[in-house]
């Protein structure tokens, strides 16, 4: 009989007690807990954070019983500490004094639940101070302290204008003070073990300028694949769901496997180690479900993302290759955000190569890539009929109908509202088919580089490929010429693909494609 999966809970126990589906990464826990003190890891949302926060818990509490069977059973003496955990999923954030009297009113029950006399004090750190100290001298053992999701006050007050952006800033320095309490001389010596997890790196100067023992694991490559799954691990723990998900699509194991990695498999996280990861939450659902369809993506839109990509004016197809320094990646400051960084850190983009300390960042997968080009799309034409229309010019190319295409461009352009056209330019229209056609499944490729140059897009099919050029208020010929002038179409050609250009005028003033052209060579 299969095992159930775990896609209600993130609870350790509960999968264990209930014999749920667990992927045993004890193996990188126990590493943690004999190499080092203090940890920091940031990974995108549903990733296995609060799996992990659960686990640590589970096992500084001494719960043997619940690690038996498990890489660290026979490794560990389990013995109990007192342990800290602080969630901020749970913990309400609205505004600054809402969140300071909630994160007192969790360590208030913290000094109740053990009998412990809490300060008259209003200062946090003074009471977190004075809890750490007291537990230690009552179960005379160093205290645990576990911190779940602690950028979460911070990011959720993102992308909403200046007043957001105001109590980011505040709630950023209450937690600041909260962490550097945890470095001080008094409690640095009592303290076991601390882990923190979120999905943004803010720098240290702004949040951790106080804790300055914290490890940051977040890229480290022994760690690549501590949370997310493996395709080896995929093959072992959900082998009876792979069995039924090749025979309801009647494919081969190999064949089931490759589609699911190029559904929800492909995050990377470390130059060092290439090691690639499905996204857990997806990939379960998919295999539960026997369906292959966006389910990460489901659980929340990134709006304050959204936001921040419309305000910068960012060009969206370069998201499909983006090369940064690792500087960029690794952390950001609220006052100066950086949507490459932030992108990556919430798992929109992934790295794929590495190199002479150049990262090349693209979409993780086709779930990542599909999802973000609707909300993107759905953001700015905010119509819920452009996803039909795109549908249908994906049919129009499938079919070779030129009308059509031209007709459905055209339509898609009349959905906008007149005053999102602040900068009618080709990037701007460029970004509008790209998103139409990247959201309804198509191979759309865009900014491909060759030795002359940089290609707007190529939209590929199994028998045929579209090589395609923009231009503003200049004749389509133009842009076929280009193509050819600079060998765009090569790639394909020497392939012995069939190939079609495409030259597409639009026309700033009335906000259309007024010419288009076809030449296939």
């Given at each position: 009989?299969?095992?159930?999966?775990?896609?209600?809970?993130?609870?350790?126990?509960?999968?264990?007690?209930?014999?749920?589906?667990?992927?045993?990464?004890?193996?990188?826990?126990?590493?943690?807990?004999?190499?080092?003190?203090?940890?920091?890891?940031?990974?995108?949302?549903?990733?296995?954070?609060?799996?992990?926060?659960?686990?640590?818990?589970?096992?500084?509490?001494?719960?043997?019983?619940?690690?038996?069977?498990?890489?660290?059973?026979?490794?560990?003496?389990?013995?109990?500490?007192?342990?800290?955990?602080?969630?901020?999923?749970?913990?309400?954030?609205?505004?600054?004094?809402?969140?300071?009297?909630?994160?007192?009113?969790?360590?208030?029950?913290?000094?109740?639940?053990?009998?412990?006399?809490?300060?008259?004090?209003?200062?946090?750190?003074?009471?977190?101070?004075?809890?750490?100290?007291?537990?230690?001298?009552?179960?005379?053992?160093?205290?645990?302290?576990?911190?779940?999701?602690?950028?979460?006050?911070?990011?959720?007050?993102?992308?909403?204008?200046?007043?957001?952006?105001?109590?980011?800033?505040?709630?950023?320095?209450?937690?600041?003070?909260?962490?550097?309490?945890?470095?001080?001389?008094?409690?640095?010596?009592?303290?076991?073990?601390?882990?923190?997890?979120?999905?943004?790196?803010?720098?240290?100067?702004?949040?951790?300028?106080?804790?300055?023992?914290?490890?940051?694991?977040?890229?480290?490559?022994?760690?690549?694949?501590?949370?997310?799954?493996?395709?080896?691990?995929v093959s072992i723990y959900f082998k009876?769901?792979?069995?039924?998900?090749?025979?309801?699509?009647?494919?081969?194991?190999?064949?089931?496997?490759?589609?699911?990695?190029?559904?929800?498999?492909?995050?990377?996280?470390?130059?060092?180690?290439?090691?690639?990861?499905?996204?857990?939450?997806?990939?379960?659902?998919?295999?539960?479900?026997?369906?292959?369809?966006?389910?990460?993506?489901?659980?929340?839109?990134?709006?304050?993302?959204?936001?921040?990509?419309?305000?910068?004016?960012?060009?969206?197809?370069?998201?499909?290759?983006?090369?940064?320094?690792?500087?960029?990646?690794?952390?950001?400051?609220?006052?100066?955000?950086?949507?490459?960084?932030?992108?990556?850190?919430?798992?929109?983009?992934?790295?794929?190569?590495?190199?002479?300390?150049?990262?090349?960042?693209?979409?993780?997968?086709?779930?990542?890539?599909?999802?973000?080009?609707?909300?993107?799309?759905?953001?700015?034409?905010?119509?819920?009929?452009?996803?039909?229309?795109?549908?249908?010019?994906?049919?129009?190319?499938?079919?070779?109908?030129?009308?059509?295409?031209?007709?459905?461009?055209?339509?898609?352009?009349?959905?906008?509202?007149?005053?999102?056209?602040k900068k009618a330019d080709e990037n701007?229209?460029?970004?509008?088919?790209?998103?139409?056609?990247?959201?309804?499944?198509?191979?759309?490729?865009?900014?491909?580089?060759?030795?002359?140059?940089?290609?707007?897009?190529?939209?590929?099919?199994?028998?045929?490929?579209?090589?395609?050029?923009?231009?503003?208020?200049?004749?389509?010929?133009?842009?076929?010429?280009?193509?050819?002038?600079?060998?765009?179409?090569?790639?394909?050609?020497?392939?012995?693909?069939?190939?079609?250009?495409?030259?597409?005028?639009?026309?700033?003033?009335?906000?259309?494609?007024?010419?288009?052209?076809?030449?296939?060579?």
């Amino acid at each position: 009989m299969k095992k159930r999966l775990g896609l209600d809970t993130s609870s350790f126990r509960k999968l264990r007690e209930k014999d749920l589906v667990y992927v045993d990464k004890t193996k990188w826990i126990y590493k943690l807990i004999t190499e080092g003190e203090c940890y920091f890891l940031s990974r995108p949302r549903r990733f296995g954070k609060s799996l992990t926060i659960s686990t640590l818990k589970e096992l500084f509490y001494g719960n043997k019983e619940l690690f038996k069977g498990l890489y660290i059973y026979d490794k560990w003496d389990f013995k109990e500490y007192p342990v800290l955990i602080f969630d901020f999923n749970e913990i309400e954030n609205q505004a600054p004094p809402i969140l300071r009297e909630n994160l007192k009113a969790i360590l208030k029950d913290y000094f109740i639940a053990n009998q412990l006399i809490y300060p008259e004090s209003k200062s946090l750190a003074l009471w977190i101070k004075h809890l750490i100290l007291g537990l230690y001298k009552k179960f005379n053992q160093k205290v645990v302290i576990l911190i779940d999701e602690y950028d979460k006050p911070i990011i959720e007050h993102l992308g909403k204008g200046e007043e957001g952006l105001k109590i980011a800033i505040q709630n950023r320095d209450i937690l600041q003070d909260f962490f550097g309490v945890l470095k001080g001389a008094n409690v640095v010596d009592i303290i076991e073990f601390v882990f923190v997890t979120g999905v943004s790196r803010f720098s240290k100067v702004s949040i951790f300028s106080k804790w300055n023992n914290l490890q940051d694991i977040t890229m480290r490559g022994e760690f690549a694949d501590f949370l997310g799954y493996t395709e080896e691990e995929v093959s072992i723990y959900f082998k009876d769901y792979l069995d039924d998900l090749a025979k309801e699509y009647k494919l081969t194991l190999d064949e089931a496997m490759e589609k699911l990695k190029f559904y929800y498999d492909g995050y990377r996280f470390s130059e060092s180690n290439n090691v690639r990861v499905f996204n857990p939450v997806s990939i379960m659902y998919c295999l539960q479900e026997k369906k292959f369809k966006n389910y990460w993506f489901a659980t929340g839109t990134p709006s304050f993302l959204v936001n921040l990509i419309k305000e910068r004016d960012y060009y969206i197809p370069d998201l499909e290759n983006v090369k940064t320094r690792a500087t960029f990646l690794e952390t950001f400051d609220i006052e100066n955000l950086n949507v490459v960084s932030l992108l990556f850190q919430a798992g929109y983009l992934t790295i794929k190569d590495y190199s002479n300390d150049r990262f090349y960042l693209s979409y993780p997968n086709e779930e990542v890539k599909k999802s973000f080009a609707e909300i993107l799309m759905q953001s700015l034409v905010q119509k819920e009929s452009s996803i039909n229309l795109a549908d249908e010019l994906g049919i129009a190319f499938q079919r070779e109908d030129f009308e059509d295409i031209k007709y459905y461009i055209n339509a898609i352009f009349n959905e906008i509202p007149y005053p999102h056209y602040k900068k009618a330019d080709e990037n701007y229209f460029h970004t509008i088919i790209y998103l139409a056609l990247t959201l309804i499944g198509y191979n759309a490729k865009s900014e491909l580089l060759s030795s002359r140059g940089r290609l707007d897009l190529a939209l590929i099919f199994p028998d045929k490929v579209y090589v395609i050029e923009f231009k503003c208020n200049t004749p389509a010929k133009n842009a076929i010429e280009q193509i050819k002038d600079r060998k765009y179409a090569d790639t394909w050609r020497n392939k012995g693909i069939r190939t079609i250009l495409m030259g597409i005028n639009f026309d700033t003033e009335k906000k259309e494609a007024k010419e288009i052209v076809f030449e296939e060579i």
